[in-house]
T-cell receptor, first 115, second 116 residues
Framework: AQKVTQAQTEISVVEKEDVTLDCVYE???????LFWYKQPPSGELVFLIR??????QNEISGRYSWNFQKSTSSFNFTITASQVVDSAVYFC????????????FGQGTELSVKP | GAVVSQHPSRVICKSGTSVKIECRSL??????MFWYRQFPKQSLMLMAT?????????EQGVEKDKFLINHASLTLSTLTVTSAHPEDSSFYIC????????????FGQGTRLTVV
């Protein structure tokens, strides 16, 4: 069975702090995709990243970075120098490699960045 | 990225009526579309998978007679909530998937359904 766990339900930080959102996943597949999405209060899902299981390199995109550790089945997301606009619910998700559209979501982490 | 349009974005309906939600892929052909439901403060849960021209596959616990899915073309899937009740109030979001290219799925904007 596949499962995604985001243990942090809510995180509150002050602007300019760095914050890491944790994601741990379970799968018996050797090949799979991992995702992060941002869901602002308006509700739409904003795609942030998709990573396939072959590629364990960490990725940086502006203030965002992701740490994929296959050995610990984790795919953590760090926001550097957080801003108020980063306030949202963030979801980590998993899909099977040949089912790229069928996502299993974690419970989500609600991030609140205060000025 | 590809564009998926979901309509309406918000709908309020009376208990006992039916509501149709449309999901359109605007610039690509979606062989598969997925429908998710999200209750307040909860995660997104897959309701069903629809393939163009065939019957939808529903996840365990989802009533197929209540949530009718039609995927009549490669660019349109519809979800009809029949005889809606207040407990059906939720955020419904679709994603459209193509097996071509990068095997990606793209999400619509979502529909917030309130049943009064």
């Amino acid at each position: 069975a596949q499962k995604v766990t985001q243990a942090q339900t809510e995180i509150s930080v002050v602007e300019k702090e760095d914050v890491t959102l944790d994601c741990v996943y379970e799968t018996r597949d050797t090949t799979y995709y991992l995702f992060w999405y941002k869901q602002p209060p308006s509700g739409e899902l904003v795609f942030l990243i998709r990573r396939n299981s072959f590629d364990e390199q960490n990725e940086i995109s502006g203030r965002y970075s992701w740490n994929f550790q296959k050995s610990t089945s984790s795919f953590n997301f760090t926001i550097t120098a957080s801003q108020v606009v980063d306030s949202a619910v963030y979801f980590c998700a998993l899909s099977r490699y040949n089912q790229g559209g069928k996502l299993i979501f974690g419970q989500g982490t609600e991030l609140s960045v205060k000025p | 990225g590809a564009v998926v349009s979901q309509h309406p974005s918000r709908v309020i309906c009376k208990s006992g009526t039916s509501v149709k939600i449309e999901c359109r892929s605007l610039d690509f052909q979606a062989t598969t579309m997925f429908w998710y439901r999200q209750f307040p403060k909860q995660s997104l849960m897959l309701m069903a998978t629809s393939n163009e021209g065939s019957k939808a596959t529903y996840e365990q616990g989802v009533e197929k007679d209540k949530f009718l899915i039609n995927h009549a073309s490669l660019t349109l899937s519809t979800l009809t909530v029949t005889s809606a009740h207040p407990e059906d109030s939720s955020f419904y979001i679709c994603s459209a998937h193509t097996h071509k290219g990068d095997d990606e799925a793209f999400f619509g904007q979502g529909t917030r359904l309130t049943v009064v």
